[in-house]
């Protein structure tokens, strides 16, 4: 997932020539803001890029091209399939619209990012590896079969699910009705929904926790093994070791590099990410507004 700087999609391009690649949907929102001028349709996109299913995302298009046509045509010049969440492939099993990731781990790093380079990598590696040593026993000592990600997710879809109704005749697909009428089919040998979240992030929606709870199954019992409590630990499972000290590192023969010589004014790096014109400033301003079609906020 990158903000589409040019480095970053030759270098995906040369080095991972096959890997599945995605636009940051935030970026994309402050390209949007930055060419029209236009602070006001920021929940309609966001609505749009984490729509699941194509009959939602249709009518999250013609609902932005109802308002401006000139919007809805500029959106469809990039590839649907790298920001638009009904479009990802649903093998990979992330459904993520953003790189929030990336802005969480640059956060982290962030009073190393003036260091030289050994100091920076010194400080990185003791880091990561005090990190690594704390998710895995927090995954040892963890007393549930699937991750704490995935617990909060279904028990926040259990209050959800609650609400509708099943109707189920034989055989694998179940007919989910909600409040407002919509119909929705889940196959519960696929393990796909109508909504599209099911088969995109490999955790049960609503609707197909209510089908267990109309079957008396575990919800638990049919998430992707991408959130089990073992996946979690081997993710964790590397030792990293600590580096011994300069003094101590073996001869070693080789060109002299010398460093890059630039123009540039000096300067201390800039420490503070440049932040989104549509961010919002308080880390916990959030909204509630459910979606019926998707599930999602
Ligand atoms: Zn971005
Ligand atoms: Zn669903």
């Known amino acids: 997932m990158s903000d589409r700087q040019k480095e970053c999609l030759s270098a995906f391009e040369n080095e991972w020539p096959y890997a599945n690649t995605r636009y940051c949907f935030r970026h994309i929102i402050a390209n949007f803001i930055a060419t029209f001028n236009n602070h006001k349709m920021n929940r309609k996109l966001w609505h749009l890029a984490r729509v699941a299913n194509r009959a939602g995302f249709n009518d999250a298009l013609a609902s932005i091209r109802a308002e401006s046509e000139k919007v809805a045509n500029w959106l469809m010049l990039e590839p649907v399939s790298k920001w638009e969440r009904h479009a990802f492939k649903p093998s990979i099993k992330f459904d993520h619209v953003s790189n929030n990731i990336s802005e969480y781990f640059y956060s982290w790093i962030k009073e190393d990012r003036d260091k030289p380079i050994l100091q920076l990598l010194e400080n990185l590696i003791r880091k990561i590896m005090v990190r690594f040593y704390e998710k895995w026993a927090e995954a040892e000592k963890l007393n549930d079969s699937i991750t704490p990600y995935a617990r909060v997710y279904l028990t926040t879809n259990e209050y959800e699910a609650r609400k509708l109704q099943v109707i189920h005749g034989r055989g694998q697909w179940y007919e989910i009705v909600d409040q407002v009428g919509l119909k929705i089919l889940v196959n519960v040998d696929d393990g796909t929904c109508d909504c599209g979240m099911w088969q995109m992030n490999g955790l049960p929606c609503m609707h197909a926790i209510v089908v267990f709870m109309y079957k008396r199954e575990f919800a638990h ?66 909204f509630s507004k459910r979606c019926s079609i998707c599930g999602e906020l």
């Open 221 to 286: 019992d049919h998430v992707h093994c991408y959130y089990f409590k073992q996946a979690w630990k081997v993710t964790y499972d590397v030792v990293i070791n600590p580096i011994p000290d300069e003094s101590r590192w073996p001869a070693f023969q080789s060109k002299i590099i010398e460093p890059h010589v630039t123009r540039t004014k000096v300067s201390n790096p800039k420490k503070k990410r440049r932040s989104a014109p549509d961010e919002p400033r308080a880390p916990n301003a959030t």
